[in-house]
Structure formats: C-alpha cells, structure tokens
C-alpha cells in the first residue's frame, strides 16, 4: 500500500472517531448549551435592556449604572463579601482540623464522624433552615433560653442588626463543612506514610511535618475546595430567603438575594441580570487569582 | 460485525437526539400572553359582541391563591367542586386549575407574565391586579357590569376594580381591615372594661387603647400586648392602617399622587411605636417579625391584639387557633376616639389579555358563574368567609362579629393600592419601619425618606403609564 493511501486511510479512521466521539458527547453537549451556555449569554444580553413585565428597551449600560448608585446594593455586596472573607476561612480551617483529628482513627469512627459532618450537607435547606429558626428564635428559641440561663437578655439574632449577619455566617458554616472534611480525609489518606516516617526519622516536629509535608501535599484539594466554598458562599441566597428576607435594614441582603428580589419580587429582569452579570465578573475574577496563587505543581 | 457496530452506534444517538428534542419541546400550555409586548399595541380586548362560538371547545387556566378556606384540609378541593359545577352548564369549557401560596404565588406570576406564560383566570387582591391593568396586561370585563350591578357595588370597591373607568376586576368578597382582640384574655384577667365593646361600633383613643395594654402587661406578664411586623411587605395592610388611623392621617393624599403621612401626626405615630416598642407593649422583634409570625403568635394565645384581622381572615384562621379563645374584631384606635378609616379587604376576578378571544369569552362565562350563579356565588362566598362586594347581599352570615363586619364597611376608605406605583411604594414602607424599630434612624428621618422614595415611586409609576 502506498503512503499516500496509508494517510488517508489514517485520516478517514481519525475522522471516524472524532465523529463517534463527538456524537456521543452531543447529548450532553446539547443540555449544557440549552441549559447554561445560552442563557448565560442571554442573560449578558438582557442586562442592556430596560426588561419588566411591560419594557424590552435597549438601554445600553444604564442597569449597570443603576446598581452602582444603588446603596441597598452595595449593602449587598459588602454584606456578600463579609460572608465570604469570615466564612471561608473558617470553613477551611476547621475542614483541616476535623480531617486530621479523625483520619488516623478507626475506619467505623471515621465513617461515623464522616457522617456526622456531612449530614448537613445532604439534608434539605429548608429543613435546615427550620431547625436554625427555632434556634434563634427570639422567644421561644432554645440560644436565648440557654444565654438565658446565664442571665443574659434575649437576644433577637435574626432581627438585630449588629448579629444577623453573624448568625447567618454560623449556619452557612455548619452547611459548607461536610464536602471539604470528606474530600480532606481523603487526601490525607493518600499522602504516603513513608514521608510522614522518613521526616519523623530526621526528628521533625509535628508542625514541620504538617507545614513542609502534609500542607504542601494537600494543595490541590485545597485549591479545589476553596474555589467552590467561596463560589458557593458568594452565592448563598437561601438562608436568606427562607429566614430574613434581607433584612433587617439590607444587613443580610446578598448579591444572589439582590438579584432575586429585583427578578422574581419587583419585576426587573434587565437590572437584576445585570447583577448577575456583576457577580459572575467578580467570582471570575477570585477564582482565577485563587488558580494563579494556590494553584500548585509541586512533585515528590 | 463492523457494520452492525456503526448502525447501532447511529441508532443509540438518533433516540438520544429524539427523546432530547421532544422533552425540550413539549409542555408549552399555548398560552401566548401580551405580557412583555414591547411597542406594538396590545390586542383590543374583545367585547361580548366580538366573541368566538363559545360552543368550540375551550380550554382556560385558573391560577388561585387559598381564597377560599381549604374543604376537609385540602387545598384546591373547593374549587375543583367549582369548576365541576360550571361544567355541568358549560361542558365545552375545560378549566385547568393552578393553586398558588401567598408566598410564592406573587413570583410565581411576575415570572409567567415575563414568559408569555400568564394564566386565564386570576382571582386576587387589586393590588396586584390594577397594577396589571396599568400595564396593559389584562382583558376589560367592563361588559359584564350593567349600570343596576354597578350602582350596587360603593365607589370605593369601583375604585379598586377599574382603571381610567374601565373595568378590570369583579369584586367578589370584601370587609374592612380590623385589629382583635383575645376577649378571653381580657376577660380572665379582669379587664374586659377596658375594651370598647359597650359602643355599637366599637371606636375608642389612643389612650384607652394603652390602658388596655398596660393591663395586659401588668397582669397577664406573658402575653405580648400587641403584635407588630415589620419584616417584608407581607400585610403592610396592617400596619399601614395602625399607625395611619394613629396618626389621624392618610397614606396617600387626596389625588393618590404623593405620600401624606409625613406630617407631624405621622411622625407621632411613629414616636409611640418606639416608645411602645421600649415599655414592652409592642411585640420584641418586631422588626424581624413576619405578618405569618404575628398572626401565629395572636393564634396561640401569646399575645393580645393582633393588627391585621377581618372577618376573612378570622374564618381563615379559625383551624389554626391553639387554644378556643374569643377573637373579636376592633376598629384601629384614633387619638380623640373619632371614626376611623378602615382599609378594606377585597378580592376579585381578572382576566389575563392572552390575544384568544374564545379563551377570554370562556373566562369572563367562568368569573360570571362564580360571581353571579343563584347557588354557587353564595356557597363561593361564604367559603371565603368574606362579605359580599356587592352592597345588596347581606345576612349570609351569623354571629356579632360578621354583624360588627358589616357595621364597620362605614369607615371604609379608598386604600393606597390604587396608586401609580404602590408596588413599588410598599417597598420602602417595611424597611422605614424596621429604621425606627431599630433604633437606626429618628421618626421624622425614617419618614422623610420614605417620602422621597414613595413620591419617586408614583412619579415613575405615571410615567410608565403615560408611555403605555
């Protein structure tokens, strides 16, 4: 056979498979495109229109210019952005803590701990939600009878100003912990013990073998679950809307609550893609400096 | 072998690809709204002259929240007898019912209104649906009124139900915005005195009304006072005829065209909120406090004057109650004891403008049987446990309270919803109140801005009624 016949019998082959191969994608393919590429673009389309119940008028960037001159908005996004820098760390820190606490226990505590933190992640938000609101609950919740007990008045968590926002915070916490201690776990399993037994040999301590080993070793779980817990946590809308609606006075409004509220409750489609659009720029932009920075090629 | 590989291989995609298209495109109702129309006019609302032959077969959707009380626990079982009863006059029309919650309900139609996607039939408050009617969104039913049922229906209730004269909604049940009152409570601790129940309609001041909270206080220290809400617009009727009826002022001014409580009555007002809120005779949190919460709070027992009542809501909420106080209805407290002006509750039937004649002539025939039939109106009314809009239908209930129901309809006054822009207006309303509970803002700021932002409100709301 010639060469020229050899290639494209090669080329017809290679065209063969890149067809199955993309016709057995194609069903995916088709929902990804239907369901969150098209309307992520028209949801950018959208934003440059004045689109209520009754408008579709082009109106350029003025949604843009209007939710920044709007102040419950900023409200919004300080309130977005306190909630990430104080949640994710926590939600980070204490993954770490929990995962190496109970990694080297006995397989059946370890499933039962692994249980116990994961619970809140698979059970319904709402569910969850009630349970916290009977918590905090001003009269009848079980904090106030327990700070009670110590004399302290009642504290109205969901409607005080000063604490609403805390008190969201704590509940996103015990929801965003689950995923991040199991997937921990399971990397810290997966970091051979001949280094941990090699460095101990060499007399290093505890704290060298976490922060020159272990840490160092995690870092592709860790990049992955910061990525997600701050991208989930800049999107928290429920909590907020199944226990404040935003309030008190915008304190517990969010960037994903704004959006909401201006879509579903007032009718304004064009600002609130515009928010959206907003706070996808912004989680873009995070999310890359979090590859860029934490992103890591260490090998050993 | 190769071959059958291949084939099986286009096969598997082909039904992949089918069953992806057809999931994709099934499930459109047809419902073609004008909702979102953009420059072009609107369909002209057809009249009863310019009807299709209603003998076709005609299918029509019913969106409705819980108007009426639930039959046996079941929500949607009233109404599915309704649409059977209808049937049996008008087989050719198919009525597919949607039940909605107070919650969701409101989203719910924003989003199917943006979406072409608006139902037929909504029963509702005019709130909602004048505000649609502004936007062109809804079919004129002006030709199911004859001079004799107008002229049965006050002006008020016309007034609530019409745009620039043009009808838009049936009025169908009615009955003014009360408070009440835990009588049991007051008549356990010894001071059923002090409750206004001698007069034949009940006005008392301001200053009785804190002597009975101050009882309350001092002799039943587990009971809240009173209750107040301020957490999101839900039932802004409420503390919106409190505090207007405290202030011996009105929300809105003559002309529904700027915000009139800003006045130092309104400021007042909201001065003895706060100094309620800081005795202890206002509910705590109240600014966190939903509407459902105070209700809830009322129907347990645990506090003495709920701010949001009326005959409706006292059949609504009747299984709830957890324990069998006597709830009776008051009137708002006044500063010198004079009438008070009562917001009324009213529910109705509108259209959606859906561009199908047949549909729209179907859906006026199902309004006109729940309305006027000789057997079923009446059933449908008393299942909401309102009075009827019409001034001529009385007596179809017994007991005091429905008696005191029908006395109060002479304070009835033209509420704010009638306005351009109240939708947007009672968006600022709740977090001007949350300001003052708070703390984080004076009466006279909170109101001022309040102003403001609900003068802007109007503004834009006849601006876009100008451009329509």
Redesign the interface.
């Known amino acids: 056979m010639s060469t020229a016949a050899l290639k494209s019998k090669s080329r017809r082959k290679f065209k063969r498979e890149w067809l ?1 191969s993309y ?2 994608l ?2 995916a393919l ?2 990804f495109i ?1 369901f969150v590429a098209y309307p992520m673009v028209h949801g950018v389309y959208i934003s440059f229109f004045d ?7 082009f109106i350029g960037f003025d949604n843009y210019v209007t939710l920044f001159k709007d102040k419950n908005f900023h409200q919004s996004v300080i309130n977005t952005v306190v909630l990430v820098l104080v949640a994710v760390p926590i939600v980070i820190g204490f993954s770490v803590f929990a995962a190496m606490t109970i990694y080297k226990k006995h397989e059946l505590l370890r499933s039962l701990f692994r249980g116990i933190f994961y619970l809140p992640a698979v059970t319904s938000v709402v569910s969850v939600t009630v349970v916290w609101n009977w918590i905090y609950h ?2 009848f919740g079980i904090l106030n009878y327990l700070t009670g007990l110590v004399g302290m008045k ?1 504290i ?1 968590w ?4 000063n604490t ?1 926002l805390m008190a969201i915070t704590a509940i996103l916490i015990t929801t965003s912990v689950g995923q991040p201690i199991i997937l921990y776990v399971a990397a810290l399993g997966n970091i051979p013990i001949s280094y941990i037994e090699a460095a101990q040999l060499d007399r290093a301590s505890s704290r060298q073998i976490f922060t020159k080993i272990i840490w160092p070793m995690l870092m592709p779980t860790n990049l992955y679950v910061i990525v997600i817990t701050t991208i989930n946590t800049f999107q928290c809308f429920s909590l907020i809307q199944l226990l ?2 935003g ?4 304190k517990t409004s969010t960037v994903m609550y704004s959006v909401y509220e201006q ?5 304004n ?1 064009g600002l609130a893609s515009a928010m959206g659009v907003f706070l996808a720029i912004i989680i873009g932009i995070i999310s890359i400096i979090q590859f860029k920075f934490l992103g890591s090629d260490v090998e050993y | 072998m190769k071959m059958l590989k291949r084939k099986s ?2 096969l598997m ?1 082909v039904v ?2 089918v069953s ?1 298209v057809s999931a ?1 495109s099934g499930n459109n109702n047809g419902g073609k709204s004008n ?4 420059g072009a006019s609107a369909t002209p609302t057809p009249t009863v002259e310019a009807t299709a032959d209603t003998a076709e077969p005609v299918e029509i959707t019913w969106w409705n929240f819980p108007n009426f009380t639930a039959l046996d626990g079941e929500v949607g079982k009233f109404e599915k007898q309704i649409i059977a009863a209808f049937n049996e006059k008008h087989p050719e029309i198919t009525v597919n019912l949607e039940m909605l919650t107070f919650d969701g309900g ?2 719910k139609l ?2 199917a ?2 979406t072409k996607t608006a139902p037929d039939v909504i029963y509702d408050a005019p709130g909602r649906i004048i505000d ?1 009617a502004k ?3 809804l079919a004129s039913i002006d030709d199911m009124f004859t001079n004799e049922v107008k002229a049965d229906i006050t002006p008020a209730i016309i007034e609530q139900s019409s745009v620039d004269g043009m009808m838009y909604m049936f009025p169908f049940n009615t009955g003014p915005f009360t408070m009440a009152v835990n009588k049991t409570l007051f008549e356990e601790i010894g001071a059923l005195d002090l409750l206004p129940l001698d007069s034949e309609d009940r006005t008392w001041t301001v200053a009785e009304f804190e002597a009975a909270l101050k009882a309350v206080k001092e002799k039943a220290p587990d009971v809240i006072p009173v209750g107040f809400y ?3 617009q839900a039932g802004d009727q409420g503390t919106r005829g409190f505090l207007t009826n405290l202030a011996g002022s009105t929300f809105l001014n003559d002309t529904n065209d700027s915000i009139a409580l800003n006045n130092e009555g309104g400021v007042a007002a909201l001065e003895w909120i706060m100094k309620a809120s800081k005795d202890g005779l206002l509910a ?2 109240a ?4 509407a459902s919460d105070h209700n809830d709070l009322f129907l347990q027992g ?1 506090m003495a004057f709920a701010i949001n009542y009326s005959a409706v809501l006292k059949t609504q909420f009747a299984p709830n109650k957890a324990s069998d106080f006597e709830d009776i209805l008051l009137p708002y407290p006044t500063v010198d004891g004079s009438a008070p002006k009562l917001e009324p509750f009213l529910g109705g039937l509108a259209i959606f403008n859906n561009e199908d004649a047949a549909k729209v002539e179907a859906s006026k025939k199902f309004i006109d049987f729940i309305v006027n039939d000789p057997e079923w109106s009446v059933t449908a009314l008393k299942q909401t446990g309102g009075l009827s809009a019409r001034n001529s239908i009385t007596g179809i209930y017994e007991g005091s309270e429905y008696a005191y129901s029908e006395l109060a309809r002479k304070f009835i006054t033209t509420p704010p919803t009638i306005a351009d822009g109240y ?2 207006i009672r ?1 600022y309303w ?2 001007a109140l ?2 003052v509970l ?1 703390n ?1 803002s004076s009466a006279a700021d909170a109101l001022a801005e309040f102003e403001t932002l609900g003068n802007e409100a109007i503004a834009k709301g006849k601006a ?1 009624r100008t451009s ?1």
């Open positions: 199955t016709l057995f194609l069903p088709s929902f239907m689109y209520n119940l009754t408008n579709f008028k001003p009269n009642p109205f969901l409607g005080d100003p609403a404040t609606s309030g008190p006075i915008y879509a579903f409750s007032f009718g489609f | 291989l286009l995609v992949l690809l992806l994709c909702a979102g129309n953009t409101p989203e924003n989003v209104i943006a649609w936007k062109d969104l301020a957490k999101s705590p949190g600014a966190s406090m939903a645990k939708a947007e968006t709740f977090p949350q300001k708070l984080t876009a329509n």
